[in-house]
């Protein structure tokens, strides 16, 4: 079957970095999306991977591993804007996006 | 979790002609729907807010005439494209927020292509 998993939620410090986990058993994989959403707006594109690897867009990276149906999302010098669901989705082989529940990020001062 | 359907998951036709995506919520009651449509690798683009029973709210540069929505209940809305053109061709996605929880929960998409 298709499935995605997330945390439920992740609390962190102002300054600091986190990583947010995805994996997923998806056939025909795709690629794999991270989202930011504020409450309330509509969810925000941040990255986009389909190939093994890091990519690095500004303070925020996206991983992702095919072979181990992996991917994750970091975050670096964390600000309180952060603060914010975070959604992975795989897209299948029919383009159809399978979404994670999302990431609630809590940031502290 | 719970779960949101799209119906279909693709579509293709002729330029004029309209077509009718539908938003299932599978297990939950939803009091609000929301349409998105999406370019590759882009945002989502917030298209209309639907309420059960009440006219949909549409977000300012998405023509009302153009992309007829109905919520005619607690578990489906539908999305109409009329006289569709190929600039129309795009992913259209729905959400769901359940009543209980007042969580949102996103449909895997409908591909529309316009030719």
């Given at each position: 079957?298709?499935?995605?998993d997330q945390p439920?939620?992740?609390?962190?410090?102002?300054?600091?970095?986190?990583?947010?986990?995805c994996?997923?058993?998806?056939?025909?994989?795709?690629?794999?999306?991270?989202?930011?959403?504020?409450?309330?707006?509509?969810?925000?594109?941040?990255?986009?991977?389909?190939?093994?690897?890091?990519?690095?867009?500004?303070?925020?990276?996206?991983?992702?591993?095919?072979?181990?149906?992996?991917?994750?999302?970091?975050?670096?010098?964390?600000?309180?804007?952060?603060?914010?669901?975070?959604?992975c989705?795989?897209?299948?082989?029919?383009?159809?996006?399978?979404?994670g529940?999302?990431t609630?990020?809590?940031?502290?001062? | 979790?719970?779960?949101?359907?799209?119906?279909?998951?693709?579509?293709?036709?002729?330029?004029?002609?309209?077509?009718?995506?539908?938003?299932?919520?599978?297990?939950?009651?939803?009091?609000?729907?929301?349409?998105?449509?999406?370019?590759?690798?882009?945002?989502?683009?917030?298209?209309?807010?639907?309420?059960?029973?009440?006219?949909?709210?549409?977000?300012?540069?998405?023509?009302?005439?153009?992309?007829?929505?109905?919520?005619?209940?607690?578990?489906?809305?539908?999305?109409?494209?009329?006289?569709?053109?190929?600039?129309?061709?795009?992913?259209?996605?729905?959400?769901?927020?359940?009543?209980?929880?007042?969580?949102?929960?996103?449909?895997?998409?409908?591909?529309?292509?316009?030719?």
């Open positions: 079957g298709q499935n995605i439920t939620e992740m609390t962190a410090t102002e300054g600091a970095i986190v990583q947010i986990n994996t997923y058993q998806t056939s025909g994989f795709n690629g794999l999306f991270w989202y930011q959403q504020h409450a309330g707006e509509a969810p925000t594109f941040l990255s986009y991977n389909v190939l093994d690897g890091l990519e690095e867009k500004g303070r925020f990276s996206s991983f992702l591993s095919r072979s181990k149906g992996y991917s994750y999302l970091l975050l670096k010098e964390l600000q309180m804007k952060d603060s914010a669901s975070y959604l989705a795989s897209m299948d082989s029919n383009y159809q996006l399978i979404w529940a999302g609630k990020l809590i940031i502290k001062p | 979790g719970a779960v949101v359907s799209q119906h279909p998951s693709w579509v293709i036709c002729k330029s004029g002609t309209s077509v009718k995506i539908e938003c299932r919520s599978l297990d939950f009651q939803a009091t609000t729907m929301f349409w998105y449509r999406q370019f590759p690798k882009q945002s989502l683009m917030l298209m209309a807010t639907s309420n059960e029973g009440s006219k949909a709210t549409y977000e300012q540069g998405v023509e009302k005439d153009k992309f007829l929505i109905n919520h005619a209940s607690l578990t489906l809305s539908t999305l109409t494209v009329t006289s569709a053109h190929p600039e129309d061709s795009s992913f259209y996605i729905c959400s769901a927020i359940e009543r209980e929880v007042l969580e949102q929960f996103f449909g895997p998409g409908t591909r529309l292509t316009v030719l």
